[in-house]
T-cell receptor, first 114, second 111 residues
Framework: EAQVTQNPRYLITVTGKKLTVTCSQNMNHEYMSWYRQDPGLGLRQIYYSMNVEVTDKGDVPEGYKVSRKEKRNFPLILESPSPNQTSLYFC?????????????FGEGSRLTVL | AQSVTQPDIHITVSEGASLELRCNYSYGATPYLFWYVQSPGQGLQLLLKYFSGDTLVQGIKGFEAEFKRSQSSFNLRKPSVHWSDAAEYFCAVSSGGNLIFGKGTKLSVKP
């Protein structure tokens, strides 16, 4: 089954404790992206990657890191989480051959930073 | 800068009634436009897309949308709403490596 898998789905952590949210897709997609969703603000892009070893900042990259060492994986790293990073995070992937923007989304990771 | 506006934050319709969700975009070139739906506790699912050609596009679950360049709009419609359509709907425009989303319209369905 074609899917984007995120882990963990739910996480409560404390300020300053490094964490990683993993994202994996099995569709051989070149493009992957991270979004955060906050009430009243919609979805905002954090980082995206057009292919292996190619990453770029989105609209809200501060406080986040990413890497793209393999085509299928695109982890999101919070080096020193703060309460304003409490949010619902979505990973998404796309094949450019299917048209820019036709994204496949994971089910989301709800992060709470105390 | 490119942007997407969904003027309605929350809409309530009765089951069986027709639905129209509004979307306006700001984009310099010919846009790639999308509607996504997010059911409670779920990720987003693509409903339909417009790249070029026929300005009326059909999507899944009985939805359609019409691209109107003169009005910079891409409104989503459904002739008869079902209770299972209650969800949040996002309009989006593709811009380079980014997909710019509107802030969403939450749809509630009355029995």
């Amino acid at each position: 089954e074609a899917q984007v898998t995120q882990n963990p789905r739910y996480l409560i952590t404390v300020t300053g404790k490094k964490l990683t949210v993993t994202c994996s897709q099995n569709m051989n997609h070149e493009y992957m992206s991270w979004y955060r969703q906050d009430p009243g603000l919609g979805l905002r892009q954090i980082y995206y990657s057009m292919n292996v070893e190619v990453t770029d900042k989105g609209d809200v990259p501060e406080g986040y890191k990413v890497s793209r060492k393999e085509k299928r994986n695109f982890p999101l790293i919070l080096e020193s989480p703060s309460p304003n990073q409490t949010s619902l995070y979505f990973c998404a992937s796309s094949s450019w051959r299917s048209g820019a923007g036709e994204l496949f989304f994971g089910e989301g990771s709800r992060l709470t930073v105390l | 800068a490119q942007s997407v506006t969904q003027p309605d934050i929350h809409i309530t319709v009765s089951e069986g009634a027709s639905l129209e969700l509004r979307c306006n975009y700001s984009y310099g070139a010919t846009p790639y436009l999308f509607w996504y739906v997010q059911s409670p506790g779920q990720g987003l699912q693509l409903l339909l897309k417009y790249f070029s050609g026929d300005t009326l596009v059909q999507g899944i679950k009985g939805f359609e949308a019409e691209f109107k360049r003169s009005q910079s709009s891409f409104n989503l419609r459904k002739p008869s709403v079902h209770w299972s359509d209650a969800a949040e709907y996002f309009c989006a425009v593709s811009s380079g490596g980014n997909l710019i989303f509107g802030k969403g319209t939450k749809l509630s369905v009355k029995p």
